[in-house]
């Protein structure tokens, strides 16, 4: 299995200590309390970017809050399987059934949107889960480097997996862009 791991110097840097592979093994990392987060790298079907790349996008935030089977049938809504593509919605649907394993909990939040924010401080949040749906872009700032702050990215359709022990240690941010959507998923 290819790993790829960032390990900051403690001396060099203040950074977040991140593990990333494209095999879905890598999950069994988020048991790993040395890590700040674990990063799927995806190997999804073509189909997917290029059915984003021509269906028209919302620009409507859907917001769940609830426990997981609550969450997976508001899901099931018609009025939300009009405004996602099929596979979209059942990827998210098996992410957060993922998320709530891991965590050990079914109570979440889960947000789709295409607006750019930066992601609130982790409260009570057990595990976090990002992932971005088409051409846009999510990162993190890889730590500071002599002042200056480095940021990291992962492309979409990744999973990151950001575990409550990581603290404020990981500050996820995405960029608009008409042309995603984004997956923001708090296990609470």
């Known amino acids: 299995m290819f790993v790829i791991e960032s390990w900051p110097d403690p001396v060099l840097a203040d950074a977040p200590r991140v593990r990333a592979s494209s095999r879905p093994e890598i999950l069994v990392d988020l048991a790993r309390t040395d890590l700040d ?29 609830g426990t997981l089977n609550e969450i997976l049938t508001q899901l099931k809504a018609s009025a ?30 889960l947000q789709l ?17 990002f992932c971005c749906y088409g051409a846009g872009h999510i990162a993190w700032k890889s730590g500071t480097f002599h002042g200056y702050d480095p940021t990291s990215s992962f492309s979409s359709f ?3 997996f950001v575990p409550s022990w990581s603290g404020n240690s990981v500050r996820v941010s995405c960029e608009a862009s008409p042309k995603a959507v984004y997956l923001v998923l708090s296990v609470l």
């Open 37 to 65: 987060m674990v990063v799927w790298t995806r190997k999804v079907p073509s189909d997917w970017q290029q059915t984003l790349q021509v269906q028209q996008l919302l620009p409507d935030d859907l917001l769940l809050d």
């Open 113 to 129: 949107t295409s607006k750019c924010q930066t992601e609130r401080p982790p409260g009570k949040t057990k595990l976090r889960v």
């Open 158 to 160: 990744d999973l990151a």
């Open 80 to 109: 939300i399987r009009e405004r996602y593509p099929a596979f979209m919605i059942e990827d998210v649907e098996q992410t957060a059934a993922l998320a709530a394993a891991f965590a050990v909990s079914d109570r979440m939040v």
